[in-house]
Nanobody, 123 residues
Framework: QVQLVESGGGLVQAGGSLRLSCAAS????????IGWFRQAPGKEREFVSA????????YYADSVKGRFTISRDNAKKTVYLQMNALKPEDTARYYC????????????????WGQGTQVTVSS
């Protein structure tokens, strides 16, 4: 069983940056693919980014491509989401999730979820 804990959220002005972390405990983290999703109030949860267990393949939603970078450090059991050039529309609660088999955009294929961290971008 893998437990995931997100951190790094906060309040930032438009154009600013944040780095989210997804720390894992339990299980074999290095064998898990990790995705980031977000959910804004009144909206459905949506895919943001994902990274394969090896770190060699990454995926991004079109809305964040070129601004967000996902990476992982398997020795630290942590996945990072570097978010630059933030926009007010990036405001949401961000969740990381773990999947043994990766279908990046398919939320139902993720086995473990964290509790989320809030990101608020002011204009």
């Amino acid at each position: 069983q893998v437990q995931l804990v997100e951190s790094g959220g906060g309040l930032v002005q438009a154009g600013g940056s944040l780095r989210l972390s997804c720390a894992a405990s339990g299980g074999t983290f290095s064998s898990y693919n990790i995705g980031w999703f977000r959910q804004a109030p009144g909206k459905e949860r949506e895919f943001v980014s994902a990274i394969r267990w090896s770190g060699q393949t990454t995926y991004y939603a079109d809305s964040v491509k070129g601004r967000f970078t996902i990476s992982r450090d398997n020795a630290k059991k942590t996945v990072y989401l570097q978010m630059n050039a933030l926009k007010p529309e990036d405001t949401a609660r961000y969740y990381c999730a773990g999947a043994g088999t990766l279908f990046p955009l398919n939320m139902t294929r993720y086995d473990y979820w964290g509790q989320g961290t809030q990101v608020t971008v002011s204009s």
